[in-house]
C-alpha cells in the first residue's frame, strides 16, 4: 500500500529519549511506549494538520463524548525491521480499510489515507531505534479514534481525535490455554457492532471472561447470540479448529471481525495443501470430535499472540483435552507466517510494504 503525501505534517522531537530506559529483553506486552505519537483532530468537518510530537499525557474534558457514548475504535498491527535495517510492514491496507469501515459503522469520520499511512511511516522513521531486529521482536502499532467534543447530549460528536501510538513488542506467549466455551454470554449480536474493532467490544467481554477465569480458564470460546450453537471466536481472536485433517473456522459476519491473521492463515494453509472449510462449527460438532479423537488442534489467530494454540475445552461441566503433538499446524503455520512477516523466506503473496 502507498499513499501520495498531501498532508504536511508538523514535527516536534523530543529533546529526549526514554530508549535507554528500557530492557528490550523483558518486555510486557503493550506497556512501554515510544518518545513520539502521532496525532491528527477533526474539526469543523475537516481534518487538521497533524503532528508528531513527543508522547504524553493530555488534558480532556469530562463531558467529552467517548466517556459518555462509546465512540472509540482502534487497529493493531505490527512493523519489523530485518537484517538489513529496512523497516517493513504487514499488510497495513488490510488495517486501514478496516480501520475507516469501524469508523463508519461507528458514526465517525474515515481518515484519509494520506493522514493514515504517511503518519504512521513518519512516526516510525522517526522512532526507528525502537524496532530491533531478530525474530519475535517487533513493534506494535496502535492507530485510534476517539470522539472528543463535549457535551452530554446523546448524538454523535461533531469532533474527534485520531492518534497512532507504538509500543516495542517481544514474542507473546499465553502459555497454556484452557478455554470454556459460553452458553449464556455472547461477543456480539446480528446488527450490532461485532465486526467492527469498537472499544466497547473488548469492554463487554471482560465480564464473562473474568467469570472463566475464577473456573480455571484463560479465555472463553463465543458462541452465536441466538442459539449459543455455533463457534465463532476464542477471546479476543478468530479461532481455528482443525478436525482430522481439515481446518475449519467460522466466516465472518455482522458478529464476526475480519481478522487480518484469519485471512492470511486461510490463505498459507490453501498455499501448503492444507485442506480449509470456512463455515458455520457447531459445538455439538466438536464435542463429537473430541469424544471420537478426531479433534486434533484449536488455535486462536490476532496480531498479538499471531497464533495461540488451545491446550483444551470445557462445555457444559465437561472438560475434554487435546492430544498433545510436537508438529502442529499451528506451529507450522506460525512458522511460515513469522519467516515472511520477519523477511526470512520470500513473500510470494505481495503482503509486506516496505516504508
Known amino acids: 500500500m502507498s499513499a501520495t503525501q498531501t498532508t504536511q505534517i508538523e514535527i516536534i522531537k523530543a529533546t529526549t529519549t526514554k530508549i535507554n530506559e528500557v530492557d528490550f529483553n523483558n518486555l510486557s506486552f503493550g506497556s512501554v511506549?515510544?518518545?513520539?505519537?502521532?496525532?491528527?483532530?477533526f474539526k469543523n468537518g475537516e481534518w487538521q494538520q497533524p503532528v508528531i510530537k513527543p508522547y504524553a499525557p493530555f488534558l480532556i474534558d469530562p463531558s467529552t463524548r467517548v466517556f459518555h457514548y462509546g465512540q472509540a475504535i482502534f487497529e493493531g498491527m505490527k512493523a519489523y525491521k530485518n537484517e538489513a535495517d529496512e523497516i517493513w510492514l504487514f499488510r497495513p491496507d488490510e488495517n486501514y480499510n478496516r480501520f475507516n469501515k469501524s469508523a463508519v459503522r461507528m458514526a465517525m469520520p474515515e481518515v484519509p489515507e494520506d493522514i493514515f499511512m504517511n503518519g504512521l511511516?513518519?512516526?516510525?522513521?522517526?522512532?526507528e531505534a525502537w524496532i530491533k531486529k531478530g525474530k519475535g521482536n517487533a513493534m506494535y502499532i496502535r492507530p485510534f479514534m476517539i470522539a472528543n467534543g463535549t457535551g452530554v447530549i446523546a448524538n454523535p460528536s461533531d469532533d474527534y481525535k485520531f492518534m497512532i501510538i507504538l509500543s516495542p513488542v517481544t514474542s507473546y506467549y499465553a502459555g497454556d490455554v484452557k478455554v470454556l466455551i459460553a452458553e449464556h454470554y455472547s461477543r456480539a449480536a446480528n446488527g450490532g457492532i461485532g465486526a467492527a474493532k469498537a472499544a466497547g467490544n473488548y469492554g463487554a467481554q471482560f465480564y464473562p471472561t473474568t467469570l472463566a477465569n475464577q473456573q480455571g480458564f484463560q479465555q472463553v470460546i463465543w458462541t452465536d447470540d441466538a442459539t449459543h450453537t455455533k463457534l465463532e471466536e476464542a477471546g479476543t481472536m478468530n479461532v481455528f479448529f482443525r478436525?482430522?485433517?481439515t481446518l475449519l473456522t467460522a466466516p465472518v459476519s455482522e458478529r464476526i471481525l475480519d481478522g487480518v491473521t484469519r485471512k492470511t492463515l486461510i490463505e498459507l494453509a490453501k498455499s501448503e495443501g492444507i485442506n480449509v472449510e470456512v463455515r458455520s462449527v457447531l459445538v455439538d460438532e466438536l464435542v463429537a470430535a473430541a469424544k471420537d479423537g478426531s479433534l486434533q488442534?484449536?488455535?486462536g489467530a490476532g496480531t498479538a499472540a499471531v497464533v495461540s494454540p488451545i491446550s483444551g475445552f470445557s462445555y457444559k461441566d465437561e472438560y475434554f483435552e487435546l492430544p498433545k503433538s510436537e508438529t502442529t499446524v499451528a506451529s507450522q503455520l506460525k512458522e511460515k507466517?513469522?519467516?515472511?512477516?520477519?523477511?526470512?523466506?520470500e513473500d510470494t503473496f505481495g503482503w509486506t510494504v516496505k516504508i
Not at 121 to 127: G, M, N, P, R, T
Not at 337 to 345: F, S
Open 337 to 345: 507466517l513469522t519467516n515472511i512477516q520477519n523477511k526470512l523466506e
Open 33 to 41: 511506549f515510544t518518545d513520539h505519537l502521532f496525532e491528527c483532530d
Open 121 to 127: 511511516q513518519q512516526l516510525l522513521h522517526l522512532d
Open 297 to 299: 488442534e484449536i488455535f
Open 243 to 245: 478436525i482430522n485433517n
